[in-house]
C-alpha cells in the first residue's frame, strides 16, 4: 500500500513583496525536498500576503485608501514567472505542491488555490468560490470548474480555502469525487483563539466523513509583520493575532501530529493510504453509506466566462429565386 511524507507548512510571507515571497517558498519546498517531503501544503492566499486589512478597514477606507491597490500590484498572474518559479521548485524536489495565491486576471483578484505537480506542471488553478464577509471587498467569486479533485504523483487531491469548509456541498463534491488527500488552507495570525478552534472542528470534520487526509497549514505574521500592518491600516493587535492550527488530520479524524499554534515550521506525517482503506470499510460517504436515490448533489463545473460569442451566419443569397423574383410575370 501507498505511503507518501507530507507536510502542512506554517509560512511567513514577506509582507508586501511577491518576488520576495516567491523566492522564499521555493527556498522552503527546496528544503523540504530534502527531508524527503512528496507533498506540500501552503497557506491560504500567502503570495503575495492575505488581505488583513480588509478585515479592519471601512468600506471608504479600502476605497480611498492604498491597501488594495498595492495588493493588486503584487498579486499573481496565472502563467507568470511566479508561478514558473514554484513549478520548477517543485519539479526539482520531485514534490506535489498546493499552495494559496492571490490572483490577479485584469482588474480582479482572486483567491487562488494552485496545485502543481511533482514535474512541475500546473494541474489545478482553482479559486474560491465565494469570498467570506469582507473578502468580497477584494475577492471575486470563483465557478464549479475547480470543484474536483485531481491526480498527482502523490495520489488523487482535493482543494478548498478557509471557509469553504463550512459549506457541506462544497466538501461533499471534493468526497465524491474520490479525494485521497485534502489540501485544505486557512490565512493564520487572525481572528483569535476561537478562529483555530472553529478550523480544527472544520478539518477533523472533514476528514471523519471524506475518508481522506487533511493536510491544513495556516500562515504566521511575526512581532514587526503585525506592527506594520497595524501601523498601516490604524487597526489594533487583535485581528491580526492567533487563529494557527497547522497540522494533518487521519481519516479517522485523529490528529497526527501536535498542531504548529505559533511560529514558522512544518508538520510532517507518513501518510499510510491503507487508513482510507479501513476508515471507508467502516462508512464511505460517497459509496455504500450512501443513499444516491434519496440523496444527490448536483455540479455544474462549467468554467465562467466574461465574453460568451455566438459564430456569425451571414445570409446565403440563392441568386436563381432573386432572378425569379424580379423575372415579369408570365
Known amino acids: 500500500m501507498k505511503v507518501v511524507k507530507a507536510a502542512a507548512v506554517q509560512f511567513s510571507p514577506v509582507l508586501y513583496s511577491r518576488e520576495a515571497t516567491v523566492a522564499k517558498v521555493v527556498q522552503k519546498i527546496h ?15 500567502v503570495v503575495p500576503y492575505y488581505p488583513y486589512f480588509a478585515a ?22 496565472v502563467p507568470s514567472a511566479a ?32 496545485l502543481f505537480d511533482a514535474d512541475g506542471t500546473l494541474i489545478q488553478r482553482r479559486r474560491k468560490i465565494t469570498p467570506t464577509h469582507f473578502e468580497r471587498m477584494i475577492w471575486g467569486q470563483g465557478d464549479g470548474s475547480g470543484l474536483r479533485a485531481v491526480d498527482s504523483a502523490v495520489g488523487r487531491i482535493g482543494q478548498l480555502a478557509c471557509f469553504e469548509h463550512n459549506n457541506p456541498l462544497a466538501r461533499y463534491a471534493m468526497i465524491a ?9 486557512y490565512p493564520g495570525s487572525a481572528f483569535g483563539e476561537g478562529f483555530a478552534q472553529r478550523m480544527e472542528i472544520n478539518i477533523r470534520q472533514h476528514a471523519l466523513e471524506s475518508g481522506a487526509f487533511v493536510v491544513n497549514a495556516t ?3 511575526d512581532a514587526d509583520q503585525q506592527a506594520q500592518i497595524m501601523k498601516d491600516t ?47 470499510m467502516l462508512m464511505d460517504a460517497a459509496g455504500h453509506y450512501n443513499r444516491p436515490e434519496l440523496l444527490s448533489l448536483m455540479i455544474d463545473r462549467t ?3 466574461h465574453v460568451h460569442e455566438r ?3 451571414p445570409l446565403v443569397v440563392d441568386e436563381h429565386a432573386s432572378d425569379d423574383l424580379h423575372a415579369p410575370a408570365a
Not at 31 to 45: I, N, R
Not at 88 to 111: C, F, P, Q, W
Open 219 to 221: 500562515a504566521w505574521l
Open 83 to 114: 508561478t514558473d518559479a514554484i513549478g520548477d521548485a517543485a519539479r526539482k524536489a520531485g514534490m506535489v505542491v498546493s499552495i494559496g495565491v492571490n490572483e490577479r486576471d485584469g482588474g480582479t483578484l482572486y483567491n487562488t488555490q494552485l
Open 177 to 185: 469525487d474520490g479525494e485521497q488527500i485534502h489540501s485544505a488552507m
Open 31 to 45: 528544503e523540504l525536498g530534502q527531508k524527503g517531503v512528496q507533498f506540500a501544503t501552503f497557506p491560504e492566499t
Open 56 to 77: 479592519v478597514q471601512t468600506g471608504i477606507e479600502l476605497l480611498s485608501g492604498t491597501e488594495h491597490l498595492r495588493l493588486l500590484e503584487q498579486a499573481v498572474t
Open 311 to 313: 459564430a456569425s451566419h
Open 234 to 280: 490604524g487597526c489594533g493587535i487583535g485581528p491580526i493575532t492567533g487563529g494557527c492550527f497547522t497540522t494533518i488530520v487521519a481519516p479517522d479524524g485523529m490528529l497526527m501530529a501536535e498542531p504548529l499554534r505559533s511560529g514558522e515550521g512544518e508538520v510532517i506525517v507518513d501518510l499510510d493510504f491503507a487508513q482510507i482503506d479501513r476508515r471507508k
Open 303 to 305: 468554467p465562467t466566462a
